[in-house]
């Protein structure tokens, strides 16, 4: 499951299903950091999301996607469909990058405008506030993972 799109997957670097797994139990939230293929989600997402579908289950998950004129959003719609069903809880309130070698600046940095700045804020908020109602559940399965 090496790529990219995995280092941002559980909001720590790591390409190994281990550090994945160990980041995504001691996240109680995720942000998925997400581009879009020929329309489609990336294959080494689903595999993340395969892989630590244990892990990961009823918690909260937001995504920062990115793109052309879409700015992953497409992409996005499909991954929500994979993360519901192990039981992950997708936030509408996300991050959109069209077009995002826009906001790169000489280090490759994104250099945010103020609608990623706002989308971010409410997310994270959304993110927070929707934490606590599956928190049983999680308690339920942390034993068993
Ligand atoms: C083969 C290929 C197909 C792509 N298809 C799309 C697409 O359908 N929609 C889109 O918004 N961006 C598309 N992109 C752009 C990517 O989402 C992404 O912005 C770009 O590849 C840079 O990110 P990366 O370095 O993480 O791949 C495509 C890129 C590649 C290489």
Redesign the pocket.
């Known amino acids: 499951m090496d790529g990219?799109?995995i280092r941002a997957c559980a909001a720590t670097p790591g390409s190994t299903r281990r550090t994945g797994a160990r980041a995504g139990r001691a996240s109680r939230r995720l942000r998925l950091r997400h581009?879009?293929?020929?329309?489609?989600t990336s294959a080494p997402l689903k595999n993340a999301i395969d892989d630590l579908h244990l892990e990961w289950q009823y918690k909260p998950v937001g995504f920062v996607s990115?793109?052309?004129?879409?700015?992953?959003t497409?992409?996005v719609e499909q991954t929500k469909q994979v993360v519901t069903a192990v039981r992950m809880v997708p936030v509408v309130e996300a991050v959109t990058i069209p077009f995002?070698q826009q906001f790169l600046d000489e280090d490759g940095t994104v250099r945010a405008n103020e609608p990623m700045e706002q989308g971010a804020a409410a997310m994270l908020d959304e993110l927070v506030r929707v934490e606590e109602a599956p928190r049983p559940l999680r308690d339920a399965v942390a034993g068993a993972v």
């Open positions: 990219p799109n581009p879009e293929y020929n329309h489609g990115y793109g052309g004129v879409a700015a992953g497409r992409a995002f």
